[in-house]
């Protein structure tokens, strides 16, 4: 089965919005790491958060490793905000293994 | 920040051609990758490396060769190209040992025609 459950799979918000992506891993892992990706764009790194909070202006990452889960808020949502969000985890020396993503639509 | 580069950027092929992808980083990363990310199934590891010289098979790597001449360095290699390949692939580097952030390529989007 799936490794990286990611939720919802899609979101749509009115600007201003905030908004909680989910992602939940099915094995144990080492870390995990938030990406953000525009259409036919390449990715873009978030957050390599291991564990614990970290906060990059208007997002903030939580990982709670034992519980094998992680979140990712969104607050005063922005229609610059709009595209794909992909959780990822790491199990130790190897690649990343890639949940299939929330896509965000911000409209104004 | 580390700086990862991919050529070409867009790539139409053949049936059967040979096709090669490159991957230049310059961050000094130990570790490189190449996935590949289709509609439906997310990016997916097909090689990786952990140094000059080395290669090794990630989860789907039947008709990829992969090779790794020096630490900046990692190819991607289709040696007969099937329409089944046509996807965006994405490489991507890594320091040593797992724990660490991994930064990505701006990709390269293969159409086998």
């Known amino acids: 089965g799936q490794q990286v459950q990611q939720s919802p799979a899609s979101l749509v918000l009115q600007e201003g919005e905030n908004a909680e992506l989910q992602c939940n891993f099915s094995?144990?892992?080492?870390?995990m790491q938030w990406f953000y990706q525009r259409p036919g764009g390449s990715l873009v790194s978030l957050f390599y958060n291991p564990s614990g909070t970290k906060q990059s202006g208007r997002l903030t990452s939580t990982t709670v490793i034992k519980e094998r889960r992680s979140s990712l808020h969104i607050s005063s949502s922005q229609t610059t905000d709009s595209g794909t969000y992909l959780c990822?985890?790491?199990?130790?020396?190897?690649?990343?293994?890639f949940g299939t993503g929330t896509t965000v639509s911000v409209s104004p | 920040e580390a700086a990862v580069t991919q050529s070409p950027r867009n790539k139409v092929a053949v049936t059967g051609g040979k096709v090669t992808l490159s991957c230049n980083q310059t961050?000094?990363?130990?570790?490189m990758y190449w996935y590949r990310q289709d509609t439906g199934h997310g990016l997916r590891l097909i090689h990786y490396s952990y140094g000059a010289g080395s290669t090794e098979k990630g989860d789907i790597p039947d008709g990829y060769k992969a090779s790794r001449p020096s630490q900046e360095n990692f190819s991607l290699i289709l040696e007969l190209a099937t329409p089944s390949q046509t996807s965006v692939y994405f490489c991507?580097?890594?320091?040593?040992?797992?724990?660490?952030?991994?930064?990505f390529g701006p990709g390269t989007r293969l159409t086998v025609l």
């Open positions: 991507a580097s890594g320091d040593v040992g797992g724990y660490a952030e991994q930064f």
């Open positions: 961050n000094n990363h130990n570790n």
């Open positions: 094995t144990s892992l080492n870390s």
């Open positions: 990822a985890m790491e199990q130790g020396g190897r690649a990343l293994i």
